[in-house]
């Protein structure tokens, strides 16, 4: 061989190299895009009986596919709880699930079990074991959990819909991260033979649907629903306090809803409500539950604290210390057999199979401390509270608007998910309807910045037809309404000056109920700026400013070196029109300390003005 044909030579190899590779390459997404990584096993299938012979109605969900979530039983197949090991440690079921076999008789075919994340305890959709399933809405992103392949499974159109069990949001999250329907029923609706629990105080079977008329056939089946009038809801109330916990702009969510809610219903069916503001009225024992756990001069949003009871109440169940306190409407008896086969199948499995654990799980559950009894009667109180409260405030004919999850689903590998805000933001949403046993849907609502986009609807316990009806109803004109505001790009501005600056009032208001008068006074201000002609703001700006002149003059009298009482005091003064006392109170702050810039100019200014 030549030395000029040495070159060609390599290059060809090379060429051929590279063109094996991407081939390769090629193959292997296609494999991972087939399925998403959303099944454990597709071998399975559960056919539908037979169709009844004419005139007999064919079954309510004939030519419907499913999948179900890991946690529920399959005749014959070993439930794996997202854990290899806990499938290596159990014998195959020996009875369908209730659920699975009522879908299958109902004319659905089973086509296969989907990922959960390990011993269904996440919400992010993690699983080392089996890989994260492929979120199909944007694939850096995770899938949410704890079911995340069922709900992948519905985003991917590998089947129609798909079961999951929601306790803190296992169905809830991942819907609205993969940006489909997914439907949480009331505690207690659909009965949980055949599943593994997770929290029984808080489980739920839900499912996942892309089609509002699947979702609306798959819960007639398993809710036992009769046919009759459907109901439009006369208040559509939207939680102004809880929207303004989204990291992206809260008229993305908020306008679909108005518009669409003012088509549909009308306008007089909207309104507004702080949310934490009711709990803290309604729910005293969240007051008792903040003054054992926390720092009793720490003012936080009753939101927040319905945060931090859910995950103390998922921390002690997951470790099996506290099982005993879900089951709160069973006798002694019932509570400690049940509290002893948890332990005896859960908490003993995971010391005797010594199986490798998730870090975050594993501190979890060697980590948590007992709970004591007054933490028990005040969890089972809290959530006796918070569902009267619920219900009060949307009666029969009421829908509570919130965030289905402040964030964007996060990048996978993302450190977001551990950091304090994100756990407030997302369990303080999620714990609404968790801890209130009320039924919730998330809805898609299109992206923002390529990120699904989603909002949630809860009616009181028992309103599941109702929640149901009014999805159905809205859905097309939500998602018309979709396309209108994002091209419309109103973004921040698109709620009107009025519905800002009563957003601004409520935010006052709840600074001046914490005693943060110079805080409540910013937003009042901010509130007469946008709507200059409502008295109400002006009046409560002078009842904030009346109140920070008393505090600041209480403060002085204790301390007469105060500088920045005497400044308050003066600002407090000054806008109360009291201008000769504002002036003294500056010129004795520059006694104290005659390089303060903020007391001489201040002086100086009012002197000007007033010619004192």
Same mark, same amino acid.
């Given at each position: 061989?030549?030395?000029?044909?040495?070159?060609?030579?390599?290059?060809?190899l090379?060429?051929l190299?590279?063109a094996?590779?991407?081939?390769?390459?090629?193959?292997?997404?296609?494999?991972?895009?087939?399925?998403?990584?959303?099944?454990?096993?597709?071998?399975?299938?559960?056919?539908?009986?037979?169709?009844?012979?004419?005139?007999?109605?064919?079954h309510?969900?004939?030519d419907?596919?499913?999948?179900?979530s890991d946690?529920? =039983?399959?005749e014959?197949?070993?439930?794996?709880?997202?854990?290899? =090991?806990w499938?290596?440690?159990?014998?195959?079921?020996?009875?369908?699930?209730?659920?699975?076999s009522t879908?299958?008789e109902?004319?659905?075919t089973?086509?296969?079990?989907?990922v959960v994340?390990?011993?269904?305890?996440?919400?992010?959709?993690e699983?080392?074991?089996?890989? @994260?399933?492929?979120n199909?809405?944007e694939?850096?992103?995770?899938?949410?959990?704890?079911?995340?392949?069922?709900?992948?499974?519905?985003?991917?159109?590998?089947v129609d819909?798909?079961?999951?069990?929601?306790?803190?949001?296992?169905?809830?999250?991942?819907?609205?991260?993969c940006?489909?329907?997914?439907?949480r029923?009331?505690?207690?609706?659909?009965p949980?033979?055949?599943?593994?629990?997770?929290?029984?105080?808080?489980?739920?079977?839900?499912?996942f649907?892309? #089609?509002p008329?699947?979702l609306?056939?798959?819960?007639h089946?398993?809710?036992?629903?009769?046919?009759?009038?459907?109901r439009?809801?006369?208040?559509?109330?939207?939680?102004? #306090?809880?929207?303004?916990?989204?990291?992206i702009?809260v008229?993305?969510?908020?306008?679909?809803?108005?518009?669409?809610t003012?088509?549909?219903?009308?306008?007089?069916?909207?309104?507004?409500?702080?949310?934490? #503001?009711?709990?803290d009225?309604?729910?005293? @024992?969240?007051k008792?539950?903040?003054?054992?756990?926390?720092?009793?001069e720490?003012?936080?949003?009753?939101?927040?604290?319905?945060a931090?009871?859910?995950?103390?109440?998922?921390?002690?169940?997951?470790?099996?210390f506290?099982?005993?306190?879900?089951?709160?409407?069973?006798?002694?008896?019932?509570?400690?057999?049940?509290?002893?086969?948890?332990?005896?199948?859960?908490?003993?499995?995971?010391?005797?199979?010594?199986a490798?654990?998730?870090?975050?799980?594993?501190?979890v559950?060697?980590?948590t401390?007992d709970?004591?009894?007054s933490?028990?009667d005040?969890?089972?109180?809290?959530?006796?509270?918070?569902?009267?409260?619920?219900?009060?405030?949307?009666?029969d004919?009421?829908?509570?608007?919130?965030p289905?999850?402040?964030?964007?689903?996060?990048?996978?590998?993302g450190?977001?998910?551990?950091?304090e805000?994100?756990q407030?933001?997302?369990?303080?949403?999620?714990?609404?309807?968790?801890?209130?046993?009320?039924?919730?849907?998330?809805?898609?609502?299109?992206?923002h910045?390529?990120?699904?986009?989603?909002?949630?609807?809860?009616?009181r316990?028992g309103?599941d037809?109702?929640?149901? #009806?009014?999805?159905?109803t809205?859905?097309?004109?939500?998602?018309e309404?979709?396309?209108?505001?994002?091209e419309?790009?109103?973004?921040n501005?698109?709620?009107?000056q009025?519905?800002?600056a009563?957003?601004?009032?409520?935010?006052?208001?709840q600074?001046?109920?914490?005693?943060?008068?110079?805080?409540?006074?910013?937003?009042?201000?901010?509130?007469?700026k946008?709507?200059?002609n409502?008295?109400?703001?002006?009046?409560?700006?002078?009842?904030?400013?009346?109140q920070?002149?008393?505090?600041?003059?209480?403060?002085?009298?204790?301390?007469?070196?105060?500088v920045?009482?005497y400044?308050r005091?003066?600002?407090?003064?000054?806008?109360?029109?009291?201008?000769?006392?504002?002036?003294?109170?500056f010129?004795y702050?520059?006694v104290?300390?005659?390089?303060?810039?903020?007391?001489?100019?201040?002086?100086?200014?009012?002197?000007?003005?007033?010619?004192?």
């Amino acid at each position: 061989m030549t030395s000029s044909s040495k070159p060609s030579s390599l290059l060809i190899l090379l060429g051929l190299g590279l063109a094996g590779i991407c081939l390769i390459a090629n193959r292997f997404k296609k494999a991972i895009r087939k399925d998403f990584g959303a099944f454990i096993d597709k071998k399975l299938q559960l056919l539908p009986p037979p169709q009844p012979p004419p005139p007999k109605a064919r079954h309510p969900l004939t030519d419907l596919s499913f999948a179900v979530s890991d946690v529920f =039983d399959i005749e014959g197949y070993v439930t794996g709880f997202g854990h290899p =090991d806990w499938e290596k440690t159990h014998e195959p079921a020996s009875r369908t699930s209730l659920v699975v076999s009522t879908l299958v008789e109902g004319g659905a075919t089973c086509i296969g079990k989907t990922v959960v994340d390990e011993l269904a305890y996440s919400v992010h959709g993690e699983n080392k074991h089996y890989d @994260t399933p492929t979120n199909p809405a944007e694939t850096a992103r995770l899938p949410g959990g704890s079911c995340s392949g069922a709900a992948v499974a519905v985003a991917a159109n590998l089947v129609d819909f798909s079961l999951g069990v929601d306790a803190v949001g296992g169905v809830r999250v991942p819907a609205a991260f993969c940006g489909v329907i997914g439907f949480r029923p009331s505690h207690g609706v659909i009965p949980h033979t055949g599943t593994i629990p997770v929290s029984e105080s808080l489980d739920t079977v839900g499912w996942f649907a892309k #089609d509002p008329s699947v979702l609306h056939r798959v819960s007639h089946v398993l809710l036992q629903l009769p046919f009759g009038v459907q109901r439009n809801p006369r208040q559509i109330i939207i939680a102004d #306090d809880c929207l303004q916990l989204l990291k992206i702009p809260v008229d993305r969510v908020a306008q679909v809803v108005i518009k669409s809610t003012e088509k549909i219903c009308g306008k007089q069916v909207l309104k507004r409500e702080n949310l934490s #503001d009711y709990l803290d009225s309604k729910v005293p @024992t969240l007051k008792v539950f903040l003054g054992q756990k926390s720092n009793p001069e720490t003012k936080i949003s009753s939101i927040t604290i319905l945060a931090q009871v859910m995950q103390l109440i998922q921390r002690w169940q997951s470790s099996s210390f506290l099982y005993i306190c879900s089951l709160a409407n069973h006798s002694q008896l019932n509570k400690f057999s049940q509290w002893h086969e948890f332990r005896q199948n859960h908490a003993e499995w995971i010391k005797t199979s010594k199986a490798i654990l998730d870090p975050a799980l594993a501190s979890v559950i060697y980590g948590t401390q007992d709970a004591s009894e007054s933490d028990i009667d005040n969890f089972k109180t809290v959530q006796a509270e918070m569902r009267a409260a619920v219900n009060s405030l949307l009666k029969d004919d009421g829908i509570l608007v919130i965030p289905t999850i402040a964030y964007a689903p996060p990048k996978i590998g993302g450190k977001e998910i551990f950091s304090e805000d994100y756990q407030n933001r997302t369990f303080g949403l999620l714990s609404i309807a968790s801890l209130s046993g009320c039924c919730q849907v998330t809805i898609p609502i299109g992206f923002h910045n390529k990120c699904p986009v989603s909002v949630s609807f809860i009616a009181r316990h028992g309103g599941d037809r109702f929640l149901l #009806d009014t999805v159905k109803t809205m859905y097309a004109s939500m998602q018309e309404h979709v396309d209108t505001v994002a091209e419309s790009k109103l973004q921040n501005n698109s709620i009107s000056q009025e519905q800002t600056a009563e957003i601004a009032k409520e935010k006052g208001n709840q600074a001046y109920k914490e005693e943060q008068w110079q805080k409540a006074v910013g937003f009042y201000t901010e509130a007469i700026k946008l709507n200059g002609n409502n008295p109400t703001y002006y009046k409560q700006v002078s009842y904030s400013f009346s109140q920070a002149e008393a505090d600041c003059t209480k403060a002085i009298n204790l301390d007469k070196k105060n500088v920045k009482a005497y400044l308050r005091r003066g600002t407090a003064r000054e806008m109360l029109g009291f201008y000769a006392e504002a002036i003294e109170d500056f010129k004795y702050a520059l006694v104290l300390e005659p390089t303060n810039k903020r007391a001489a100019s201040s002086a100086d200014r009012l002197r000007k003005l007033f010619q004192f």
